[in-house]
């Protein structure tokens, strides 16, 4: 019968410990912090009214900037972004290229929301110009799913192609072009667009505030918890 005693942890083990916990819920408050000013300065560049810039292939490219690009759409191959709900609603996206020169990746223009009905999408509601056109916009992006199964679009489908959540990547695979690293959000007074109400898609610089100061109060009492243990200890010594 094995009577040694075990060995008690050292003193030291939980200061350091607590010390160790302290420092990474400080350091996660400062990172809400710094996502907070993120946020905060997307939402000022989302409300900029400034005039429309215009873009060209391989300018660089604020978040949410007002651009004015120059091209060609490609009627034949629109992509249809699905489970988008509006107001309650489940519809589309249509996402549709513009061709701006040959020899440079082509920009993805959103115009806008589409109701999903009963029936299929009728091709003529998708009809655009084929001729040269301008079309003015916000610098954006494709919405991001937090999780999803299987492949994002079907290569064997048909035009106009159906995709859920695709990532830029799948897009260009889908086209066979590269295409442009951001979505031109296209502005509410263009036409040949559809339903547009483009707001910031992620919670405000608000709840990252609220959530820095929820870290700094763990951190703040878990050090409260700490100089009293040590003064504890240090007393009863």
Known sequence: MNTK??????????????????????????WQISRGMDKRADRAAFHDES????????MEIRPYQRLRASGRYDTARQILLENIIVNGRYGYY????????????VLLVNRGWIEKGSSDVEVGVLDVPVTRIAVRG???????????????????????????????????????????PFVLLMDHEEE?????QWVPTEFGPGKHFGYAFQWFAMAAVLSGLLVWNYRKKRFNS
């Open 5 to 30: 005693a075990k060995k008690p942890l050292p003193a030291w083990l939980p200061l350091v410990v607590g010390t160790l916990l302290v420092a990474q819920f400080a350091g996660l408050g400062v």
């Open 94 to 105: 249509v996402l549709t290229p513009l061709i701006g020169q040959e020899d440079e990746p």
């Open 51 to 58: 005039g429309f810039a215009a873009w060209q292939d391989g």
């Open 138 to 180: 916000r610098a954006g992006s494709l919405p991001r799913a937090g999780y999803k199964m299987g492949a994002a679009i079907d290569p064997a489908s048909n035009w106009p192609k159906r995709a859920v959540f695709p990532t830029t990547e799948e897009v260009s695979a889908a086209l066979g072009v590269a295409v442009q």
């Open 192 to 196: 040949h667009g559809f339903l547009r």
